[in-house]
Nanobody
């Protein structure tokens, strides 16, 4: 069973940066694409960054120009570099390649506050 373990969240001041990590396991054929999602308090979970199996990336909404998704294939790890954070980025962040099939991990909490 594919599993995702997210980490790297925390408390950061507005304008700061964080790098989130997503370690994957349990995939027999490897994971070639990945999405990062976030869920703000009281809101639905939204896709904010995606990398397909060719390495092409897309970003949603306010993530454009501030967030970067990347991967380290050898470590089965995906990253989300987040820069210029603001309080609206406060949310729980999750990674998943096929949310209709694979269960969610526990997520990592990001809080942006002065």
């Amino acid at each position: 069973q594919v599993q995702f373990v997210e980490s790297g969240g925390g408390l950061v001041q507005p304008g700061g940066s964080l790098r989130l990590s997503c370690v994957t396991s349990g995939s027999a054929f490897g994971i070639s694409a990945m999405g990062w999602y976030r869920q703000r308090p009281g809101k639905q979970r939204d896709l904010i960054a995606y990398m397909n199996n060719r390495g092409n990336t897309t970003y949603g909404g306010s993530a454009k120009g501030r967030f970067t998704i990347s991967r380290d294939t050898g470590k089965n790890t995906w990253y989300l570099q987040m820069n210029d954070l603001n309080p609206d980025d406060t949310a729980a962040y999750y990674c998943n390649d096929r949310p209709s099939v694979h269960q969610w991990g526990q997520g990592t909490q990001v809080t942006v506050s002065s």
